[in-house]
């Protein structure tokens, strides 16, 4: 393994560790917030027993969290010191804010997880929805600087060097809204319709618990509209792409030519026509633009960008069609409890979200190679020298298997198991 | 009037000095959960979990915010020292991972409290390990990106007798806050007396590591006299108060003392951020990013300044 490869390999395990926490410390306290809602306007014990498991989730979720994400913000500077000189000045401002954001988080998390008897209730719950504002806040400032990544804006380029930055014009990339407007709702999809899963397992064994139950409708009640929304989400990042980075939505659909009427292909061979000129221009006779517009070595993984998407839109799909299901069973004031062919559909969605999130960075982040900044440096420019990068990616490695292992089974002991009736 | 690159490193160097006192007292917590011994182990550790639980995760992110800083502001500083010292740091950053979750594993019954404790340690010693090689001119950037060999270029220049000796010295100021702070966060005057005499001995260690460091490294970066002069009247206010068990004003003279070591570091090398060549304006950012960092950080520190009193006077208040 070279160097730049294991950089780029110890990037990638770190991000896709870190954007599980990340994932689930946006949406969590939205869940847990609810529930406390809920029992302060109920008096239902069940929902005070969810409101602080889930705090306990929370916590143990977003100390991973906020340390896999430090490693990150040093790992920034360790593995690509180059892109850090270049892009520091520019995209420092979304991070310094993120800094802020996640400040607050930290800070009344602290408050809501430690501060049950130390604090009026109406303060209690403020605190959750402040951290639910500033994890959501955070998250959207760190897909900002990766916005800008895929489409550099702000600043005019000569001789190697930004002059004329203007940080502001930065954060104002094309690319931050339909990004952000994505990764969040990505965010409570997946957590929201993860929770509801969970539990909906554990309803198919258990159907009258009234905290599973309870669990399952708070999650669905997150999880749903937000899979429902996502495709439309995921139609305004594609005609984004179209304009703004036509090679890597030409690696998504495996478009090689740039051609009118585009069709999208499906796996090997199986095409529909006019379909991706539909999609990307909503008009079946656009013209899309194929690899065949930069040169070969100007194209990523196109096998791996397009298998990625693939799987993101299968997860996508199957995610929004169970919460069309939900809001159908809702609408006719249908339970959901005992209804087991949903229950299970519902169960299967679990880890759909996530992995949809991760195939769904797979896709952004495999599919601006070879560029770290679009079009301005490229990845293999941006490394560090030091030698023997290998070691510190397997080490990282090893550390986040071992994590990843312990925080599941504290999870499942510690949250979700039905509590003693 | 300080110029505004100036500024940003002051701001910097504070937000490293809040992460000393209050990030820093946490690992010395674990370092005194790993020394914990005496009838009185068990109330010792349970003191020290729950001094830190509420509030760990808060202090941490001023280290957050002062990298965050220093690759805006400072881009070449950041890519200079991300270099030069990757190894020591890359440790670091596994103790921070292991210290973070062993700790919040063992909060909610899922054991590591070893792992908390000894990350606790090597951490620490890691983080003062990299200031000193920062100190002692060690990430010459001139050298960076040369190919000098792997022990040559990324292990000698912090493995020396200096740096190592500045990890040591990190160590010992935070066990020395931590054992000074926890005095007030128990009403158990066993306990108290527990860790007033880890605060005496600890900070007998400060001083007596600041004055053969100040004999045994005669070519290390000046500090200025006045500072010098500072820090011992702190450091003694601060072991006076313990001995007289005044721990309120043990707190202040402690964290006074601490902070006076960190401002003497960086005002020693002023106006050179990373020495040997490396100077706070070079390395700086062009002025609109300044400017906008500035005021990021005047609007955060609107929001945050409340929110950190809020937290501190809801969990540390009655003491």
Request: a positive charge.
């Amino acid at each position: 393994m070279n160097d730049l490869l294991a950089a780029r390999s110890q990037m990638a395990v770190s991000l896709a560790f870190h954007i599980i926490f990340a994932v689930i410390g946006i949406a969590m306290p939205v869940l847990m917030v609810l529930a406390e809602r809920r029992w302060q306007r109920t008096r239902d014990p069940v929902y005070l027993d969810l409101a602080k498991r889930w705090a306990r989730g929370t916590a143990i979720l977003f100390a991973v969290g906020a340390v896999s994400g430090t490693v990150l913000s040093f790992e920034l500077g360790l593995l690509w010191p180059r892109f850090m000189e270049l892009a520091g000045p520019i995209i420092g401002m979304p991070f310094s804010l993120e800094g802020f954001a996640f400040f607050m988080e930290a800070i009344f998390l602290g408050i809501y997880l430690y501060g049950w008897d130390k604090v009026s209730p109406r303060a209690h719950l403020l605190a959750g929805v402040l951290v639910a504002l500033s994890g959501a806040a955070s998250g959207i400032f760190v897909v900002i600087a990766n916005a800008w990544m895929n489409s550099p804006t702000g600043f005019t380029f000569v001789n190697g060097t930004f002059t004329d930055i203007d940080p502001i014009g930065a954060m104002g990339t094309p690319a931050a809204l339909p990004q952000a407007l994505h990764m969040t709702l990505a965010a409570y999809a997946a957590t929201g319709l993860g929770v509801a899963g969970i539990h909906a397992f554990l309803l198919l064994k258990n159907p009258t618990s009234a905290f599973h139950r309870a669990a399952l409708t708070i999650g669905l009640l997150v999880g749903a509209p937000a899979a429902v929304l996502q495709p439309l989400s995921g139609d305004i990042a594609a005609r984004y792409l179209a304009r703004q980075q036509p090679v890597k939505l030409a690696a998504m659909e495996a478009l090689y030519q740039t051609r009118a009427g585009a069709p999208i292909t499906i796996g090997p061979g199986i095409e529909i026509p006019y379909a991706l000129s539909l999609l990307a221009f909503h008009d079946p006779h656009a013209v899309v633009r194929g690899l065949d517009v930069v040169p070969r070595d100007e194209w990523p993984n196109v096998a791996l960008v397009h298998l990625s998407f693939d799987v993101m839109v299968a997860l996508g799909t199957y995610m929004a069609l169970v919460g069309l299901w939900a809001g159908w069973l809702a609408l006719r004031r249908r339970q959901f409890a005992t209804h087991r062919r949903f229950l299970w559909a519902l169960a299967i969605a679990a880890p759909c979200g996530f992995l949809a999130v991760e195939a769904g960075w797979m896709v952004t982040e495999l599919g601006r190679q070879p560029w770290v900044i679009f079009g301005i440096l490229k990845t293999a420019d941006a490394v560090t020298p030091m030698p023997g990068l290998v070691v510190p990616f397997t080490a990282i490695t090893l550390l986040y298997c071992a994590l990843g292992v312990i925080v599941a089974k504290l999870l499942a002991r510690q949250i979700v198991r039905s509590p003693h009736t | 009037m300080p110029s505004l690159a100036d500024t940003l490193a002051g701001i910097i160097l504070a937000a490293l000095t809040a992460y000393v006192l209050l990030g820093g007292a946490d690992f010395g917590g674990g370092v005194w959960d790993l020394l914990a011994s005496g009838p009185r182990k068990a109330r010792q550790r349970d003191l020290i979990a729950h001094a830190i639980s509420p509030v760990w995760e808060a202090n941490h992110v001023w280290l957050i915010l002062a990298i965050v800083l220093l690759f805006t502001c400072f881009p070449l500083a950041f890519s200079s020292i991300a270099i030069a010292l990757h190894v020591p740091l890359t440790l670091m950053l596994i103790g921070i991972v292991l210290r973070g979750s062993a700790f919040v594993f063992q909060s909610h019954g899922g054991g590591g409290g070893r792992v908390f404790a000894t990350s606790s340690v090597i951490t620490p010693l890691l983080l003062g390990t990299s200031v000193g090689a920062v100190a002692s001119g060690a990430v010459d950037q001139s050298a960076s990106g040369k190919w000098v060999g792997f022990y040559a270029g990324y292990i000698a220049p912090w493995l020396t007798t200096f740096d190592l000796a500045v990890g040591l010295f990190t160590l010992a100021c935070f066990a020395f806050l931590a054992a000074v702070y926890l005095t007030l966060e128990t009403k158990d005057a066993e306990l108290q007396e527990d860790f007033r005499l880890r605060a005496i001995t600890a900070g007998a260690a400060v001083a007596a590591m600041a004055v053969l460091g100040l004999v045994m490294f005669p070519e290390a970066p000046r500090v200025n006299q006045g500072i010098v002069a500072l820090v011992a009247a702190a450091a003694l206010a601060a072991l006076w108060s313990l001995w007289r068990r005044r721990y309120n004003w043990a707190r202040i003279a402690a964290a006074a003392q601490v902070s006076l070591i960190v401002w003497g570091w960086g005002l020693a090398q002023y106006p050179y951020l990373v020495p040997p060549n490396l100077k706070i304006t070079d390395a700086a950012s062009p002025r609109v990013t300044l400017e906008l960092a500035l005021i990021a950080v005047v609007a955060g520190a609107v929001v945050l300044f409340p929110s950190l009193y809020y937290l501190l006077r809801v969990f540390k208040a009655k003491s």
